[in-house]
């Protein structure tokens, strides 16, 4: 969605898992193999890896169970050719070139998720830091729990925080707001010359 009020007109979402609810246009798939094969027909392709591997909210003696695939992901980013991003939870930021880390709070949202990215590209211009002035409305494995006070944010509350109305509680779990891409999309516009654009992304 981010992408879309960037400016982006055609959009595919890629999962190995069915995202029934996925606004825009979806394909079934591999994500990896996918842009193996049909990268060459995007502008820009946006990969979130999964973060089981990194996540504090994973066991520690369960992480190395799951795939560790943002180094094979920028590897075969690389081969096709094409602008990318990466993104992944704080955890990751290790295994990430040069990240960035953006939050909700930096965007006036009542959230406190901060996401790390890597670009492919020269970005023009950041935005300023956290603002963490008020308690955040958790949306994670850990909504049941605030900073100050044990309470579990309904499901309006995490929608309103994170500016998502089409989600379920466990997909909001894993997402990031619009407006991190959005921001991320109009920089990248903004130094193209031919627009319209098209982008692929990871759709978990």
């Given at each position: 969605?981010?992408?879309?009020?960037?400016?982006?007109?055609?959009?595919?979402?890629?999962?190995?898992?069915?995202?029934?609810?996925?606004?825009?246009?979806?394909?079934?798939?591999?994500?990896?193999?996918?842009?193996?094969?049909?990268?060459?027909?995007?502008?820009?392709?946006?990969?979130?890896?999964?973060?089981?591997?990194?996540?504090?909210?994973?066991?520690?003696?369960?992480?190395?169970?799951?795939?560790?695939?943002?180094?094979?992901?920028?590897?075969?980013?690389?081969?096709?050719?094409?602008?990318?991003?990466?993104?992944?939870?704080?955890?990751?930021?290790?295994?990430?070139?040069?990240?960035?880390?953006?939050?909700?709070?930096?965007?006036?949202?009542?959230?406190?998720?901060?996401?790390?990215?890597?670009?492919?590209?020269?970005?023009?211009?950041?935005?300023?830091?956290?603002?963490?002035?008020?308690?955040?409305?958790?949306?994670?494995?850990?909504?049941r729990r605030t900073y100050e006070r044990r309470y579990e944010y309904s499901l309006a509350d995490c929608r309103r925080a994170t500016?998502?109305?089409?989600?379920?509680?466990?997909?909001?779990?894993?997402?990031?707001?619009?407006?991190?891409?959005?921001?991320?999309?109009?920089?990248?516009?903004?130094?193209?010359?031919?627009?319209?654009?098209?982008?692929?992304?990871?759709?978990?």
């Amino acid at each position: 969605m981010g992408y879309s009020r960037a400016g982006f007109t055609e959009i595919v979402g890629v999962d190995i898992k069915s995202q029934p609810h996925y606004p825009f246009q979806f394909v079934r798939m591999d994500a990896l193999e996918f842009c193996a094969s049909f990268s060459a027909g995007f502008d820009l392709i946006h990969a979130s890896p999964p973060c089981e591997a990194w996540s504090q909210l994973t066991p520690r003696a369960r992480r190395a169970a799951h795939p560790a695939l943002i180094a094979v992901t920028r590897t075969l980013l690389r081969r096709c050719n094409r602008p990318f991003v990466i993104e992944n939870v704080p955890s990751a930021k290790r295994e990430l070139r040069h990240p960035f880390m953006l939050c909700g709070s930096m965007f006036g949202l009542p959230l406190r998720r901060h996401r790390f990215f890597e670009v492919s590209w020269p970005l023009q211009s950041l935005i300023q830091n956290c603002q963490h002035g008020r308690s955040p409305v958790l949306v994670s494995g850990t909504h049941r729990r605030t900073y100050e006070r044990r309470y579990e944010y309904s499901l309006a509350d995490c929608r309103r925080a994170t500016d998502i109305d089409w989600m379920t509680r466990q997909e909001l779990d894993k997402a990031i707001p619009p407006v991190y891409t959005e921001h991320i999309g109009r920089q990248w516009l903004s130094q193209r010359e031919d627009r319209p654009a098209s982008v692929t992304e990871d759709a978990s």
